[in-house]
């Protein structure tokens, strides 16, 4: 898990975020254990901003993959910063089954499942009762 928060944590040194000052990164595994990294990236116009946990995830399924382990996320906050809302649904679309591992401003981390910060959750098979 170190090269993951590791991983997570080097993407937050390239996060472009000049207008928040809010720097994120996120590193995200592969059940094969490749690692995609991250960054939040901020525009002017601020619904365009990805966050770090959505820019992983799309780099990994823009490269093929489909099954995840993990996703580390890391802030410089006291707390353990979580994925936000937009993020949490993205990664339940495509990994219902992530460990998610916040990481804060000191290295330390606090795991827990996705399922638990989405409880009941919206997906594929509300789409087919219409």
Not at 84 to 90: D, E, F, I, L, M
Request: net charge negative; proline share 3%.
């Amino acid at each position: 898990m170190d090269k993951l928060v590791n991983a997570a944590q080097q993407a937050q040194q390239r996060a472009l975020a000049p207008y928040s000052k809010f720097h994120v990164g996120a590193a995200l595994e592969t059940a094969a254990g490749k690692i995609y990294t991250g960054c939040n990236i901020e525009s002017s116009s601020y619904g365009l901003t990805c966050c770090a946990e959505r820019v992983a995830m799309f780099k990994a399924l823009s490269e093929g993959e489909r099954e995840f382990k993990r996703l580390a996320v890391a802030a410089e906050t006291e707390e353990f910063c979580t994925p936000c809302g937009a993020c949490r649904q993205v990664l339940w679309d495509y990994g219902q089954n992530l460990e998610i591992i916040c990481v804060n401003k000191h290295g330390a981390q606090h795991a827990l499942p996705l399922r638990d910060l989405l409880p009941e959750a919206f997906d594929e098979h509300f789409l087919k009762q219409g």
